[in-house]
Each structure stands twice: as C-alpha cells, then as structure tokens.
C-alpha cells in the first residue's frame, strides 16, 4: 500500500476555509484516496473517498490531480466542532482489506 | 441505521485478567474488523471476519488474543492474561464488502490494566 504523508497538525480561526494536503507518491491504479475524521474518545468516521478529479459531498471536497499522486481534502468554513484528527489513507481495490492509518492531521479551529 | 456498538465503553482491569469486547456491527455488513489504537497514533489493524469467517490475522495478534464472529453476526475479542501493554482504544469497524468499501467504526473499548 502505498505510503502517506500529510501535516501533523493545522490551526484555523473559525469560518476560514481549510485545505489539508496529503502525497501519496507511490499510489497504485486501482488504489482510492479516503479520509476519516476522528474526535477524541470516538472511532474513525468515514468522510470522503474519491479516484481522480474532484469529489463533493455535504461535509467537505476532496480535490486530486491527474497524476493522483497528491490530494487535498477541503472543508469550508470551518466551525469549533471541526477540530478533530484527520486522516489519509490510500485503500486499495478488491481483494483489500484493512486500512492502514498514519498519524493524521490534528486540525485545531480557533475561536 | 444503528451504526456500529461496541461493548462495554470502558473496562478496567488487573494484570493477567482475562477481558473479553463485544462488537455489534450495522446489520447488512458482512465484513467486520478489529483494530487497536494507542494514544496519539492512528488505528492499527488486528483481524477481519467475512461473514462467520476470521481471514487474516496481523501480526499484532498473539495468542493471547482470540477473536469470533459466531454465525456471522456480532464478534467478540478476547485478550487471556493481559499484560500492561495491552492498554489501548480497541475499535470494531464493519462493511459491505471489501475493497474500497467505507469502514464504519464504531467508538470502541478503553482498556486499562492496572
């Protein structure tokens, strides 16, 4: 599975727009790009999975170019209840089966 | 949508007691996974079960560790003679399917050995 790597942490002052980017420089072809989000003494919540181009859903962006070997998760106007960890995994294809978590990015939103 | 349950939240023992996690995952999902997380690092993975079927086992699983999923529903992780460093947030996830499939966790076991 290929490799991630993506800030420790990020501070925000609330309403701002964050971007978060992760490299994941030795991604496979049949590899997706997820992002979870975890709040402390919570499990992981799934957030956004995407391929190539750009993905939207109701909680964030996640934005990957045609080389696919970067992504940027974006979540707009952030509020106090956005600090959390977030996390960068590449998942491979059928066939995979566990996910392989780094450290994350602790985003922290200043009042 | 119940989401993934996990019991009990929170479970503090002695060293070289035996405890024992129950995990319940969202009803149509067949594939359920265990995961351990220390603080400050990201989840690590223990074992999947497809359906009543455990297929792989990390390395991380010695064995004093045992997992079940009985009739492919709910699964338990039981951990025999718990040692200190087995203190950890132990996290049960499920899907429908594997692959790219989202896991779904739920918000896991604090263990403590006293």
Request: aromatic share 10%; net charge positive.
């Amino acid at each position: 599975l290929a490799k991630t790597t993506q800030p420790i942490s990020m501070d925000s002052y609330e309403g701002q727009e964050v971007n978060i980017t992760c490299s994941h420089n030795n991604i496979a072809t049949n590899d997706y790009i997820t992002w979870y989000q975890q709040f402390p003494s919570q499990g992981p919540r799934f957030i956004i999975q995407g391929y190539k181009t750009k993905v939207t859903n109701e909680v964030a962006s996640l934005f990957i170019p045609a080389d696919r070997k970067s992504s940027t998760l974006s979540l707009p106007r952030v509020s106090l209840s956005d600090t959390a960890v977030y996390y960068c995994l590449v998942v491979a294809g059928a066939g995979s089966y566990q996910l392989t978590f780094g450290k994350g990015t602790k985003l922290s939103v200043i009042p | 949508d119940t989401g993934v349950s996990q019991d009990p939240r929170h479970k503090i023992t002695k060293r070289g007691q035996n405890v024992t996690f129950r995990c319940d995952p969202i009803s149509e999902h067949n594939r359920l996974y265990w995961y351990r997380q220390t603080l400050g690092q990201g989840p690590e993975f223990l074992t999947y079960f497809q359906n009543e079927a455990q297929l792989e086992k990390s390395r991380l699983l010695s064995d004093r560790f045992s997992a079940e999923r009985p009739k492919g529903s709910f699964s338990t992780l039981e951990i025999q003679r718990t040692e200190q460093g087995d203190s950890a947030m132990y996290l049960c996830a499920s899907s429908l399917g594997g692959g790219h499939q989202p896991q779904h966790f739920g918000d896991g076991t604090r263990l403590s050995i006293l």
